[in-house]
């Protein structure tokens, strides 16, 4: 019975802390952030399209609002040459993913209401996020073969 507790109580705390994590995740998140740059897991040029939206060249520059306590948040493409305007999203940000061990961000575009015009979303991997910097990555196939984008924010 003794070691049953210990169990117990072990399974808590380890489910606690990985949510503090999170939680805290979410705290460094919250505020503004420009996306500044990307990078590709293998070397050329590639003519990369974003949540069915904009090339990332038309993300680069872009800023995101994010605020925790509602799950969302908008993101602004401001260059003249881009479809530019704001646009909406809920975002949640899940347990780690054991394969990875990286956290799963799933970001929805929605109304400016919060609605969902789309049943659609995408999940990206929380690669890192500090006071300052913040890394997403998000993993497709390109002929065939996994291919990683790597987002790069700063904190306004």
């Given amino acids: ?31 503004n952030w420009t996306l500044t740059s990307f990078n590709y897991s293998k070397t050329g040029s590639f003519k990369v ?6 090339s990332t060249a038309c993300f680069e520059g872009s800023t995101w609002a994010f605020v925790p306590n509602n799950n969302s948040g908008t993101y602004d493409i401001t260059k003249s040459d881009c479809a530019s305007g704001p646009r909406n999203f809920k975002f949640s940000i899940q347990e780690i993913d054991q394969a990875t061990g990286l956290y799963d961000f799933l970001l929805k575009p929605t109304s400016a209401k919060g609605k969902s015009e789309i049943n659609q979303g995408y999940r990206l991997k929380l690669a890192g996020i500090t006071a ?16 990683t984008i790597f987002m790069n924010f700063t904190k306004q």
């Fill in 1 to 31: 019975m003794k070691h049953l507790i210990v169990l117990v109580l072990t399974m808590s705390l380890l489910a606690c802390g990985s949510s503090k994590v999170v939680r805290d995740s979410e705290k460094d998140l919250k505020g």
């Fill in 132 to 147: 300052n910097t913040m890394q997403w990555r998000q993993t497709v196939t390109l002929d065939g073969n996994p291919f």
């Fill in 49 to 54: 399209d974003l949540f069915n939206d904009a």
